[in-house]
């Protein structure tokens, strides 16, 4: 069965960037479309986009001018960037396979 | 985007009892290949949220038979046929058919 573990950077200042990556056990990167979503309070859940394992992205419009997705088959792995970070995005951020199953979260807190 | 709306906002339930949950999209959620891509989550305490129904009345693997979804168009219900004490937590409704992917603002199940 696959597992997703996701790791990144849980406090950062306003302005910094926030970097996730999400690890898949059990399976393979290739061949399926891998997501990112958040939860807040404030919002409720927001997906914030998604990749292929062919690298094409389609990133939520909300998002759009400060979210990076990138895979490393490779490493088989996937990644989440975004930039100019501010307390709006003090969130749990979830990666997902698709949209069936998600990794387990990783706090992120914007403060200065 | 598409906004769902779920109702009741919570429900407390008797172990046994049934229970419903309704979500309504602001479009129909009917996609141009034939699929209805409107799906359900569990998201128990400290937990991330979990696949429940997918393409509006599949139940996802592991998810127990006592949980079936319903509907069309814009008009979509999760029933419970007996509230078991490990169904307690937030459920959510998420549309896939148009994008960004949108989510319901959640419906609070506890145990009367």
């Known amino acids: 069965q696959v597992q997703l573990q996701q790791w990144g950077a849980g406090l950062l200042k306003p302005s910094e960037t926030l970097s996730l990556t999400c690890a898949v056990y059990g399976g393979s990167v290739s061949g399926r479309s891998w997501s990112w979503i958040r939860q807040s309070p404030e919002k409720g859940l927001e997906w914030i986009g998604d990749i292929s394992y062919s690298d094409i992205t389609t990133y939520n419009p909300s998002f759009k001018s400060r979210v990076a997705m990138s895979v490393d088959t490779s490493k088989n792995h996937f990644s989440l960037n975004l930039t100019s970070v501010t307390a709006a995005d003090t969130a749990m951020y979830y990666c997902?396979?698709?949209?069936?199953?998600w990794g387990q979260g990783v706090l992120v807190t914007v403060s200065s | 985007d598409i906004v769902m709306t779920q109702t009741p906002p919570s429900l407390s339930v008797t172990l046994g009892q049934p229970a419903s949950i309704s979500c309504k999209s602001s479009q129909s959620l009917l996609h141009s290949d034939g699929k209805t891509y409107f799906f359900w989550y569990l998201q128990r305490p400290g937990q991330a949220p979990q696949l429940l129904i997918y393409e509006v009345s599949s139940r996802f693997s592991g998810a127990p038979d006592r949980f079936s979804g319903s509907g069309s168009g814009t008009d979509f219900t999760l029933k419970i046929s007996r509230v078991e004490a490990e169904d307690i937590g937030l459920y959510y409704c998420m549309q896939g058919t148009h994008l960004p992917i949108t989510f319901g603002q959640g419906t609070r199940l506890d145990i009367k």
């Open positions: 997902a396979r698709g949209v069936q199953q």
